[in-house]
């Protein structure tokens, strides 16, 4: 009984925490595009004042301006949508849909840290194309457990990618990276990982080959009753 | 403080460019650089009066950016500008030997006062560290 809680409450904090690093990525991200609008403003601030003092303002450079403008709005409105679907995906832990929304919408909130480790991130939907009854947010920590463990065992700047494949009885999602790996370094984000699946009735696989490291996440096509119940 | 020589240094190239017009614009002589390494250098190269600098960039980040500016040169005046501004940061930065901790988005006001406040401090700490470095010649020549 006790040990039951004591994964309930294990499960929680690892959702927890995993919602905090996404919404501390993505708050960050956005303030340094609120940032250089800010200074995109202060720049058209300063250049009218120079013009009222007399040095006119070129229209190349309004232009120049404007386009950085919409830039950088394009990218915070992307931005503000992906967090948006991302906050949702806890309403419902049984719901219909493609899984490369899934996959592009952890892409998108996990570029910043690629970017941080100078690090690529490719995606792959080719093999794509079947409907999943999954749990959404469970899927979401999943991918991201597996990124976090290929990050923190990978060389300086590894080139990351996720692969998604339609199989008989459900998708697969590969996450890989080109650099050398040792599963121990890290066996509480391996736990937090396959205890993740197990919420969506899922399975993990790790292999390591030349090319690289490859964690294979099978999600079955529908979710497994039982185990959906489990989520506190 | 006209003509000081500042170097920002932030990954985020449309923020280094628009800052930096605008800091001209107040006769600020501005260098740029989008990561650690690239502004350890350009501070070998010149004799900047302060560093406005970004905690969190790809590669070398900005504490340890700060160290090794402050490594090669003991009188660096580095201002922390990031959004990261957490206050286990900041006591992080001023315990690493930051001058000061801005928060972005920053008022461009509040920032050339902080850059002519940075340059002030660096000349008088050069002009302290010549005085010193007089005192011990004369007393070494018992002039």
Redo the contacts between chains.
């Keep these: 009984m006790n040990d039951s809680i004591d994964t309930t409450e294990r499960r929680r904090l690892n959702d927890l925490s995993f919602f905090g690093k996404i919404m501390a990525n993505v708050s960050h991200e956005f303030n340094n595009v609120l940032t250089v609008i800010s200074e995109l403003s202060g720049l058209l601030q300063d250049l009218s004042e120079l013009a009222e003092r007399g040095r006119p303002i070129q229209p190349e450079k309004l232009k120049q301006i404007t386009q950085k403008f919409s830039h950088h709005l394009a990218r915070g409105k992307e931005l503000i949508s992906h967090m948006n679907r991302f906050s949702h995906s806890v309403d419902d832990p049984r719901i219909t849909l493609d899984p490369k929304d899934i996959v592009e919408n952890m892409q998108v909130l996990m570029q910043r840290l690629v970017d941080r480790r100078q690090a690529t991130l490719d995606c792959d939907y080719s093999g794509n194309g079947s409907m999943l009854t999954t749990d959404p947010f469970a899927v979401r920590h999943a991918l991201f457990a597996c990124f976090e463990l290929l990050m923190q065992a990978s060389s300086t700047t590894p080139a990351f990618q996720i692969n998604l494949s339609s199989e008989e009885r459900g998708t697969r999602i590969v996450v890989s990276s080109d650099s050398a790996f040792d599963a121990a370094e890290d066996e509480s984000k391996w736990l937090e990982l396959t205890d993740t699946v197990r919420q969506f009735g899922g399975q993990v696989a790790l292999d390591r080959l030349e090319s690289g490291v490859f964690i294979t996440i099978t999600v079955p096509i529908t979710l497994n009753d039982g185990i959906s119940e489990t989520k506190g | 403080m006209a003509n000081a020589k500042v170097l920002l240094v932030d ?2 190239k ?2 280094t460019s ?2 930096s ?2 800091l001209e ?1 107040r006769d600020l002589d501005v260098f740029t650089a989008d990561n650690g390494m690239d502004a350890i250098k350009l501070a070998k190269e010149h004799r900047f009066d302060a560093v406005i600098l970004d905690l ?4 070398m980040d900005g504490i340890e950016t700060l160290k090794q500016l402050l490594s090669g040169d003991a009188d660096q005046q580095v201002i922390i500008l990031t ?2 501004g957490t206050i286990s940061k900041g006591i992080e930065a001023m315990k690493a030997g930051a001058t000061e901790f801005l928060e ?2 920053v008022d ?1 006001q509040l920032l050339t006062e902080k850059i002519g406040s940075a340059a002030t401090q660096r000349m008088v700490l050069v002009e302290e560290r010549s005085a010193q470095a007089i005192d011990e010649i004369l007393k070494k020549k018992g002039w």
Excluded: A, C, N, S
């Design positions: 990954d985020e449309d923020f628009t800052l017009e605008r614009l969190q960039m790809p590669g959004g990261h972005k988005p461009i």
